[in-house]
């Protein structure tokens, strides 16, 4: 079964980093864009960064040049480093991945990984 795992959330202080890896898996004949989204508790679930299979990336305002994401392509991967952290960065995180399988191309989602900013 296809699913996408994330890893890396946890508890850092405010201006430290993080990163987040996600790592996709199952009958996975390519992987087309990835993603990274966040949503916090009372918000809607925010599209921070993507990047396309030729590699062209793109952020939300909220994180530009802080946060930079990155692809293993051989190792079905997606990674997003973290930089110079707020307290309003603190969410849930969630890999997302268009992916073709033998099944045809679907869009995923991982389960989440928790990102607390704080002192």
């Known amino acids: 079964q296809l699913k996408l795992v994330e890893s890396g959330g946890g508890l850092v202080q405010p201006g430290g980093s993080l990163r987040l890896s996600c790592a996709a898996s199952?009958?996975?004949?390519?992987?087309?864009?990835m993603y990274w989204y966040r949503q916090a508790p009372g918000n809607e679930r925010e599209l921070l960064a993507s990047?396309?299979?030729?590699?062209?990336?793109n952020y939300a305002d909220s994180v530009k040049g802080r946060f930079t994401i990155s692809r293993d392509y051989a190792k079905h991967m997606v990674f997003l480093q973290m930089n110079s952290l707020k307290p309003e960065d603190t969410a849930v995180y969630y890999c997302?991945?268009?992916?073709?399988?033998?099944?045809?191309?679907?869009?995923?989602w991982g389960q989440g990984t928790q990102v607390t900013v704080s002192s």
């Open positions: 990047i396309t299979s030729s590699g062209n990336t």
């Open positions: 199952g009958s996975i004949l390519g992987i087309y864009a």
């Open positions: 997302n991945a268009d992916v073709l399988s033998p099944r045809g191309k679907s869009n995923y």
